[in-house]
T-cell receptor, first 117, second 111 residues
Framework: GAVVSQHPSWVICKSGTSVKIECRSL??????MFWYRQFPKQSLMLMAT?????????EQGVEKDKFLINHASLTLSTLTVTSAHPEDSSFYIC?????????????FGPGTRLTVT | EDKVVQSPLSLVVHEGDTVTLNCSYE??????LLWYKQEKKAPTFLFML????IEKKSGRLSSILDKKELFSILNITATQTGDSAVYLC???????????FGTGTRLQVTL
């Protein structure tokens, strides 16, 4: 079946540094990728929707200059958390919707746990 | 603003019990409702429901949607400890397939 991978699976960084998270679709071409954030014991919150070759659409309250999304190909989207702060520590999950699928569920990646110290 | 509410927030049952998890929603441009199971990592897909009154079933799990009353239930019969997880309900809206998630129901099945 369809597989979505994320790298890294976990990362610890110092406050003020930037972190890049990759989301890859392994067996299919993903027309749309979604980035979610999940704080402990809370549900997934959509941050942005990313379409290949165009600018991402950010949800209200998500700073586009802080969370840079690049969707350069049909199999790769990246999320860069710039100037990370401890409050950015969270579980970041991507999901993908693939080309040719009419009305489907999204395939989720395994998530990346970011800890900012 | 789209809203998805799940109840109860958490639940502890004994192995063998039957549980019913609830999800109600208030959204614009409804497309479908999805149930996911989340253990320690990313959610895994359980069901997608688009039509009212048609039960979807997979083993001991089943789900149904009521588009008039704007809710769905997820039933788990003969629960096992492996069913312990957070169950997430999400509603898909619009043409961009945006998913709005509920807060989840944390289910714990004890021996």
């Amino acid at each position: 079946g369809a597989v979505v991978s994320q790298h890294p699976s976990w990362v610890i960084c110092k406050s003020g540094t930037s972190v890049k998270i990759e989301c890859r679709s392994l067996d299919f071409q993903a027309t749309t990728m979604f980035w979610y954030r999940q704080f402990p014991k809370q549900s997934l919150m959509l941050m942005a929707t990313s379409n290949e070759g165009s600018k991402a659409t950010y949800e209200q309250g998500v700073e586009k200059d802080k969370f840079l999304i690049n969707h350069a190909s049909l199999t790769l989207s990246t999320l860069t958390v710039t100037s990370a702060h401890p409050e950015d520590s969270s579980f970041y999950i991507c999901s993908a919707r693939f080309l040719g699928q009419e009305d489907n569920e999204q395939y989720f990646g395994p998530g990346t746990r970011l800890t900012v110290t | 603003e789209d809203k998805v509410v799940q109840s109860p927030l958490s639940l502890v049952v004994h192995e063998g019990d039957t549980v019913t998890l609830n999800c109600s929603y208030e959204v614009t441009n409804f497309r479908s409702l999805l149930w996911y199971k989340q253990e320690k990592k990313a959610p895994t897909f359980l069901f997608m429901l688009t039509s009212s009154g048609i039960e979807k079933k997979s083993g001991r799990l089943s789900s149904i949607l009521d588009k008039k009353e704007l809710f769905s239930i997820l039933n788990i019969t003969a629960t096992q400890t492996g069913d312990s997880a957070v169950y997430l309900c999400a509603v898909r809206t619009g043409t961009a397939s945006k998913l709005t998630f509920g807060t989840g129901t944390r289910l714990q099945v004890t021996l």
